[in-house]
């Protein structure tokens, strides 16, 4: 079994204690998107204010959650803030690489038919990390994919994040 | 009660115990497994009842004219007579196999709904329902134009009675859980059946966290159907019952189609069976069944009184251990009565998420539920988006409650600052 | 087709039974299991993976935290994808499981149908279907008031493709079977899905028979839905599958409404989860769900190949066999080349009643089935009331065709004067 | 396991070989009835000529199935021909109770609910049987009753006799 310090680094308590851009924007000229785990019932608001050189100038977070979901808000707030919007997707998509089981040898025969189980359990996405894209901080959150319920509480915030774009 | 009422007033929860392999393991730390309401854990004698079925008398039932098949349709029915016993239905015509409470639960909604409702007729649910008890009506009332109707739940976690009378008005049905699987409430169903009768309604009880834990008795509890579900009683997963009137039955339209529930089939149309195999298409689930009929054989051999006994014995310490330890820290949800409740207890504790919770737990060894357990608009009248769940059955004691109060503690000190 | 191809290009028939727990038995006399084609025997492969389940880590799958939870959910989801990977599905969210092969027909006649058939609409069916591939949509028709045309069956038991295009004309949906549990005969499925196709109709193909017999590609034979049923494939009762094509799936409403298959519930709505949970209400079947991925596994390992080579010699041999011993005093009803069948042997005996035929033959261990075989309408079109069913699987060889041989004679001795 | 023997008396297929009155009667002033058996396709078709004195006139047996259900509706012909309804609804129970297997030791708790499983699988009517009636030839299908899947055959025509009366 892999261990708690695994799951809760101490960055991620950092952001779950002291949650960064939380708040709200005013709609419009921010967009605003819901997000909410069905399993748990954790929720995310998002608000998102891009501006006309397609750059994100604003970003508040809303919602409650468990420590992943709120830390993954957080730590998400900051890297993308500043970023142009192209940035953010390619973020994005490293973030879901990171959160994302390889189960290839699910039973040793090599068929890969179906046996990339996607991170967020949807079972049909199956991202490939790009080595180029730096996550920083987001990082700290790689332990969560040894405990696979609690990804789609890590991947929450970016699945909202992405309607709001 | 139809029960039949042990000579022991408990339980010995270490001779329970033996008979359960999950407990063989030896795991580090030891299990402490909290979280029945969600599904319990099987005796050997289940595993035993199917195994044997299938190493050496599995073939399809009904349809066979060799001893092997007449021996596995045998064994099915007997299942269903057990069954219908436990609960003290008076015709094994009106047990019905599905594959869990929900299913029962849509079979009555399609099959009762659409040949009885129509738009602008009533149905009155409560507040405090299973998801499973919630989307049949949900969707049904979209199909058909149907009003629905919640009696509200108190501050306190009790079914609110006061509005019932207007709520009944004009109601056609009456769906309500026998005990919260959220605040282990036992709302008073038999005086909700009577007042929804008198009012001209059928009445549907949802018995999924009542049948495993309380005995059961369909007349007294005044019930024209009962939904509930093998695998939180002991039984295997794959399996759950409808009983049901017969007079309603018997005036319902099938629900799925297939072999098994016809009688003839022609390319233009087709006549049903009798009951209850008219409700039973296709193959049914039949080492679930044995398998469900071995389970009800071991809670008749614990007894039900001392089950339940057991449980409120252990719910008392719970609560009391909780209050002890962390006071207002930690928060229970639902009646304080242990009398008045199921083994259930949900609860909040000093601000930490239940995901949170839950996963330390996880760590000492202690299984506890997190999350919304399929009632959102309950947690939505807690005012709580999730809560963490500890849920009690034959094979606890004060050990289990021992270890979650500790673990308890371990959360604190990661969350708490 | 995307199935493993094998090494071994048939089975050793001593070894294979001895994975099967139900030959280990001192029957007396000993077991001649004819009749796979109604329910197949387990092997120990997938009567261990589920008691292993349920003694080290049954909990209730997608909704718990603790590790234990954790790994039930695991080996529930690397079921299904071991299922997806045996069919050629390209994706999880493509393969729902259900109680059985008949829920699954229910489920696309129910939630498919109702979203886009109306009156009048046409649904093209066949003679040859199991009441499991009719009654959903004699159901169907009659609440829609659809049209219901039937493909012809010949004299030979093959499908009648003369009547094709004037039965497509206009056709919103064909179902059929891809291989009958009657005559063995397997229709040109993927014949029928091109026409159908061009027709504009949607095709669903009851693989019930097919999947367990012959290596399975859903692109390959066509199909827009698949649906089949665990316990003919060496599963357990209690579960089956529906696979569907993603874009299909995805634009249908929810079949049975309940937890798992939500995402959120208000008291006056609710919001479907993704697939292919959206199908799966309630608690699913967990054990066999994983009981069925370990079958799919032995299918594996014996090679599908190798299957259908053994059946087909078997199938022979048996064709052969009667026909030197019995002459015209045995009809084979259904198509007279092995390689263009199934191993399912239909047939009448010197005008001895099929019930009577298998009552004896079990007197000698022999195990068929007598009856109408949930297909009345073929039946009726073979001008038979029932008939007498031998069927194979990978614990059959030549012995039990003559122990089927011999105990026919016995048959003779009593009714034939 | 039972023998065979037990189930197929030579009277049995003496009926069988030889079915007393098979064919078809005027309607009106003959009633006519038609049974199956859900399960294997068994069919027959009754037809009765009762008496304006309410005795069995005539009556004639069509159909098809197995040695069991038409031995079975055979000697019901014969036992019924010239008896008063009220004596044929008698021999009816009596028979009834005859196909009917009584399991109230099912688990061996003296519980009795539904602890009885009706002859004809309906799990609803418990006949008892009645000393007083005298079945004759009609006893030879006792042997049937250790053999439950064929209960439902030789109760057939007795089922749908009392749909024509
Ligand atoms: C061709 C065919 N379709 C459908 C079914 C139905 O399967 P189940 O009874 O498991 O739903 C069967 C078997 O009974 C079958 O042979
Ligand atoms: C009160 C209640 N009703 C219904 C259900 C649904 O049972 P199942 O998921 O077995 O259909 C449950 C359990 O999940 C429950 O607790």
Redesign the pocket.
């Known amino acids: 079994m892999a261990g708690l310090e695994d799951l809760y680094r101490e960055i991620i308590l950092d952001h779950y204690r002291n949650p960064r851009n939380r708040g709200e924007l005013e709609c419009p000229p921010a967009r605003r998107a819901e997000g909410f785990n069905p399993l748990c019932g954790d929720e995310i608001v998002i608000y998102l204010d891009v501006g006309d050189d397609g750059r994100v100038r604003d970003l508040k977070i809303g919602g409650q959650g468990c420590s992943i979901s709120q830390s993954s808000a957080s730590m998400m707030s900051q890297a993308v803030k500043g970023r142009t919007v192209e940035e953010v997707r390619t973020l994005n998509s490293a973030f879901k690489a990171l959160m994302t089981i390889h189960e290839s040898c699910l039973d040793g025969d090599g068929n890969e038919v179906g046996a990339e189980v996607g991170g967020d359990g949807s079972g049909t996405d199956t991202p490939v990390p790009d080595p180029n894209v730096s996550l920083g901080d987001l990082t700290a959150l790689q332990g969560v994919v040894k405990f696979p319920v609690r990804i789609k509480c890590a991947t929450l915030a970016w699945n909202t994040l992405t309607q709001a774009l | 009660m139809a029960t039949l009422t042990s000579v022991h007033d408990t339980l010995d929860v270490a001779r329970v115990r033996r008979d359960f392999p999950v407990y063989d393991q030896h795991r580090d730390p030891p299990l402490v497994f909290l979280d029945s309401a969600a599904s319990s854990h099987k005796p050997r004698a289940v595993l035993d009842a199917m195994a044997d079925y299938y190493e050496t008398t599995h073939a399809?039932v009904h349809r066979g004219v060799y001893a092997m098949a007449e021996e596995a349709t045998a064994r099915f029915e007997a299942a269903r007579t057990r069954v219908a016993r436990f609960i003290g239905a008076t015709s094994t015509a009106e047990v019905v196999f599905s594959k869990n409470a929900t299913e029962s639960l849509n079979l009555v909604a399609q099959s009762w709904g659409r040949a009885n409702l129509g738009p602008g007729d009533v149905v009155v649910l409560t507040e405090m329902e299973h998801h499973a008890n919630l989307v049949p009506w949900l969707a049904l009332a979209e199909q058909l134009g149907l009003q629905l109707r919640y009696l509200r739940v108190t501050d306190e976690g009790l079914l609110d009675l006061e509005g019932l009378d207007a709520a009944l008005d004009g109601a056609r049905l009456v769906s309500l859980t026998a005990m919260s699987n959220v605040l282990g409430t036992l709302p008073p169903v038999r005086a909700v059946a009577d007042a929804a009768h008198a009012a001209g309604a059928v009445v549907v009880v949802d018995a999924s966290q009542y049948v495993p834990h309380l005995g059961t008795d369909v007349d007294a509890l005044g019930a024209d159907f009962l939904a509930f579900t093998g695998h939180k009683m002991l039984g295997p997963t794959g399996i759950g019952v409808l009983w049901g009137r017969e007079e309603l039955l018997d005036a319902m339209p099938p629900f799925l189609g297939?072999?098994e529930m016809i009688r003839d089939v022609r390319l233009d149309g087709f006549t049903c069976n009798d009951l209850p195999w008219k409700f039973e298409a296709?193959?049914p689930p039949i080492a679930e069944a044995i398998g469900l009929g071995a389970a009800v054989g071991e809670l008749e051999r614990y007894g039900m009184a001392a089950v339940r006994a057991h449980e409120v014995a252990l719910t008392s310490y719970a609560l009391d251990t909780l209050r002890r330890r962390y006071g207002d820290d930690l928060v229970v949800h639902g009646p304080t009565d242990p009398c008045a409740r199921g083994g259930v207890l949900s609860f909040g504790f000093r601000g930490i998420h239940p995901h949170d919770i839950s996963q330390v737990l996880d760590q000492a060894g202690v299984c506890v539920r997190a999350g919304h357990h399929c009632a959102k608009p309950l947690m939505r009248r807690l005012g709580v988006p999730a809560t963490a769940r500890a849920s009690f059955y034959v094979y606890n004691d004060e050990s289990d409650v021992d270890a979650l109060a500790d673990a308890l503690d371990a959360c604190s000190d990661l969350f708490c600052f």
Do not use: A, M, P
Request: aromatic share 0%; hydrophobic share 0%.
């Open positions: 399809n297939g072999g296709g193959t």
